[in-house]
């Protein structure tokens, strides 16, 4: 069976770092293994696609925010960790990680964590 | 990369048929067959309902189907059921290592 949650602070200080956990089971990290994505949600608002990490460490990121954002994972651990820095409060949102249903770009993302509601707030 | 466009809102009554179309650009929608679509009910994370434009997951009633014109993919859903209620973002490869979302519409059953 095939979960994923996300975890970390629900409350960052403007210019702050952000940094999100998603834990995974039922699949690999490992090379061969399905690649996760972050995407966020601000309340009310659409789906913004973040950045990706494929099981062999490539990775990919939204041009809009490419300067803040750091992707990576722990195979071991089977952890998927993003990090953004200086937030603002138009930061503010649910942040899902979602697993992709194939192995390449483009591949549609088949499982969903439940998100995590995070407040950027002074 | 901008968002790809669809329309804010959608009604339809119990039994009828509804399409939600998604507009995007020769880079992304008209260049790529990997337009998928996602089901959102409040409070809950989007379900994947439609995906490489016409393929459906297990599970996923065939009440809903997916088709593609040049730069816009629809998402047809027929026989509407109350829980068909939620909103929907269809999202496509963007061409350059990226995905892009479309900003969402909001399905309402009368």
């Known amino acids: 069976q095939v979960t994923l949650k996300e975890s970390g602070p629900v409350l960052v200080r403007p210019t702050e770092t952000l940094t999100l956990t998603c834990s995974v089971s039922g699949f690999s990290l490992s090379n061969g293994g399905m690649g996760v994505s972050w995407i966020r949600q601000p309340p009310g608002k659409a789906l913004e696609w973040l950045a990706h990490?494929?099981?062999?460490?490539?990775?990919s990121y939204n041009t809009s925010v490419k300067t803040r954002l750091s992707i990576s994972k722990d195979t071991y651990k089977s952890q998927v960790v993003l990090s953004m820095t200086n937030m603002d409060p138009v930061d503010t949102g649910t942040y899902y990680c979602?697993?992709?249903?194939?192995?390449?770009?483009?591949?549609?993302?088949?499982?969903w964590g439940p998100g995590i509601l995070v407040t950027v707030s002074s | 990369q901008s968002a790809l466009t669809q329309p804010r809102s959608v009604s339809g009554s119990p039994g009828q048929s509804v399409t939600l179309s998604c507009t995007g650009t020769?880079?992304?929608?008209?260049?790529?067959?990997?337009v998928s679509w996602y089901q959102q009910h409040p409070g809950n994370a989007p379900k994947l309902v439609i995906y490489d434009v016409t393929k459906r997951p297990s599970g996923v009633p065939d009440r809903f189907s997916g088709s593609k014109s040049g730069n816009t993919a629809s998402l047809t859903i027929s026989g509407l059921q109350a829980e068909d209620e939620a909103d929907y973002y269809c999202c496509s490869y963007a061409g350059n290592y990226d995905w892009v979302f479309g900003g969402g519409t909001k399905l309402t059953v009368l």
């Open positions: 979602a697993r992709l249903l194939g192995y390449k770009y483009g591949d549609p993302f088949e499982y």
């Open positions: 990490i494929f099981s062999n460490d490539e990775k």
């Open positions: 020769k880079s992304d929608v008209d260049s790529h067959n990997s």
